[in-house]
């Protein structure tokens, strides 16, 4: 499996942007997707995730209700809406794939097999 990230970028405190990850390769139908983003000086830490067999969805409680985590139907790719960003939410996105991950692993990177490069997004205040 190849993840594809995208659609990162500079946007002032408030903004919003839309980050998209399109899996290539064999994607099973037991696949979670997550994000995760790393600050500069910061540990790696989870964002977001969305399992397909059942959708159901992850989030850190620093983003949510801000961030929505989706998957196109039928196509292997998954967004990540942000809203009313903040200075704080700037970092790397990474987005990561697994297969059989289950609910209480979600969000821990170490249940993911797969990564994406990273895009970068930040916040000016």
């Known amino acids: 499996v190849q993840l594809q990230a995208s659609g990162g970028g500079l946007v002032q405190a408030g903004g919003s942007l839309r980050l998209s990850c399109a899996a290539s390769?064999?994607?099973?139908?037991?696949?979670?997707m997550g994000w995760f983003r790393q600050a500069p000086g910061k540990e790696r830490e989870f964002v977001a995730a969305n399992r397909w067999s059942d959708r159901s969805t992850r989030y850190a409680d620093s983003v949510r209700d801000r961030f929505t985590i989706s998957r196109e139907n039928g196509v292997n790719t998954v967004y990540l809406q942000m809203n009313s960003l903040k200075p704080e939410d700037t970092a790397v996105y990474y987005c990561?794939?697994?297969?059989?991950?289950?609910?209480?692993?979600?969000?821990?990177?170490?249940?993911?097999?797969?990564w994406g490069q990273g895009t970068q997004v930040t916040v000016s205040s």
């Open positions: 390769g064999r994607a099973s139908s037991n696949t979670c």
């Open positions: 990561a794939s697994g297969a059989g991950v289950i609910t209480g692993r979600m969000s821990q990177a170490e249940a993911y097999t797969y």
